[in-house]
T-cell receptor, first 115, second 109 residues
């Protein structure tokens, strides 16, 4: 079974540019989550999709961040325009339908550096 | 709000036993996950506790006390490959995970 895949693995962009991160969850996993780890800090929740619907986006930092999951398959997270403080590792995770007791499978993350 | 507290760093000797503690305060609680994360890699699932008590899985065990907002991860027969960060992650009623900063464990020969 393929795991959660994220693309790109690394991205270096200039302040003010736009970057789009992609996450392909495990097939059949209705739940998809985005998390972010800023250097030295804890992994923080950004948002949660159930299929194509946003279940909870309370962790999104501001309106420069836009997440989509058209068709309930892969998801994208766009940062526009990027700021220096957006640098960090962005993780995607997926889990099967239900309460999530089966564990959330994480992707390897996208390391975003804004210069 | 959410508050998760675990030690920042620990060091232990190969073959020994180490216990990593975690205390948490969350808005709503379903259960608690422990994840292992090697540098530059994805967090990987270790354990999930929903009821009070000890869950044992090979060399790893995890304990939960819901009333005390407390959990620990117990690693036995430590191996060098166990050097990693260990993340305590309570799951809230919204099925979201909230992470502590993680405990960086270094296993020495």
């Amino acid at each position: 079974e393929a795991g959660v895949t994220q693309f790109p693995s690394h991205s270096v962009i200039e302040k003010g540019q736009t970057v789009t991160l992609r996450c392909d969850p495990i097939s059949g996993h209705d739940n998809l989550y985005w998390y972010r780890r800023v250097m030295g800090k804890e992994i923080k929740f950004l948002l949660h999709f159930v299929k194509e619907s946003k279940q909870d986006e309370s962790g999104m930092p501001n309106n420069r961040f836009l997440a989509e999951r058209t068709g309930g398959t892969y998801s994208t997270l766009k940062v526009q325009p990027a700021e220096l403080e957006d640098s960090g590792v962005y993780f995607c995770a997926s889990s099967p339908p239900g309460t999530g007791r089966y564990g959330y499978t994480f992707g390897s993350g996208t390391r975003l550096t804004v210069v | 709000g959410q508050n998760i507290d675990q030690p920042t760093e620990m060091t232990a000797t190969e073959g020994a036993i180490v216990q990593i503690n975690c205390t948490y305060q969350t808005s709503g609680f379903n259960g608690l996950f422990w994840y292992q994360q090697h540098a530059g890699e994805a967090p990987t699932f270790l354990s999930y506790n929903v009821l009070d008590g000890l869950e044992e899985k090979g060399r790893f065990s995890s304990f939960l006390s819901r009333s005390k907002g407390y959990s620990y991860l117990l690693l036995k027969e430590l191996q060098m490959k166990d050097s990693a960060s260990y993340l305590c992650a309570p799951q809230t009623g919204a099925n979201n995970l909230f992470f502590g900063t993680g405990t960086r464990l270094t296993v020495i020969p």
